[in-house]
């Protein structure tokens, strides 16, 4: 149980363009999604935390124009890059958390931005 | 002062050998730790959770929070080439649904055969 998908796993798009991601919890329902993103031989760092039906929290220095969150149902939350540029290319990774699961996030199993 | 630091290696060690990963944290307020292990190109996995001081085991994973000292532990017994991937130190700031968790940088490990 507690499973995360997230689509695509590697994406590679042109700078200027938008590119959206999906995370998806499969057998559960998840009332917060966590986006982070992890750069090469480095930590994850939060990027912002929604709720469902509500505006996501974003952490210092992560820009909301830039980095769209939207967490429309229980199962679905959706992180599009908006004017990609090379320094987003990065790892992005999902996690997701439900009533029903206590306090423990469940991470999806990322995917890769490259933008060229 | 970041929140958790972890010594990001790498480490490499003969297969069998008994692996030992450290973090030390900075508020003494904290009470949930956890270690995650996350392979290369996938999505950390939570490998144990510790709750106040102590120590908990799991098969060939041992978690060791020493509060007064403000250090977490992962000891890994019998290491097999299937544990190389990177561990990752959290902990959980914050409590109830607006908790969060804060990462060190991970140490990427390597188990020789």
């Known amino acids: 149980g507690a499973v995360v998908s997230q689509h695509p796993s590697w994406v590679i798009c042109k700078s200027g363009t938008s590119v959206k991601i999906e995370c998806r919890s499969l057998?559960?329902?998840?009332?917060?999604m966590f986006w982070y993103r992890q750069f090469p031989k480095q930590s994850l760092m939060l990027m912002a935390t929604?709720?469902?039906?509500?505006?996501?929290?974003?952490e210092q220095g992560v820009e909301k124009d830039k980095f769209l969150i939207n967490h429309a149902s229980l199962t679905l939350s959706t992180l599009t890059v908006t004017s990609a540029h090379p320094e987003d290319s990065s790892f992005y990774i999902c996690s997701a958390r439900g009533i029903i699961q206590g306090y423990e996030q469940y991470f999806g199993p990322g995917t890769r931005l490259t933008v060229t | 002062q970041k929140e958790v630091e972890q010594d990001p290696g790498p480490l490499s060690v003969p297969e069998g050998a008994i692996v030992s990963l450290n973090c030390t944290y900075s508020n003494s307020a904290f009470q949930y730790f956890m270690w995650y292990r996350q392979y290369s190109r996938k999505g950390p996995e939570l490998l144990m959770y510790t709750y106040s001081s102590g120590n908990k085991e799991d098969g060939r994973f041992t978690a060791q929070v020493d509060k007064s000292s403000k250090y977490i532990s992962l000891f890994i017994r019998d290491s097999q080439p299937s544990d190389s991937a990177t561990y990752l130190c959290?902990?959980?700031?914050?409590?109830?649904?607006?908790?969060?968790?804060?990462f060190g940088t991970g140490t990427l490990l390597a188990v020789q055969p």
């Open positions: 959290a902990i959980r700031r914050g409590g109830g649904a607006t908790n969060k968790l804060i």
């Open positions: 929604s709720n469902e039906g509500s505006k996501a929290t974003y």
């Open positions: 057998d559960f329902q998840a009332t917060t």
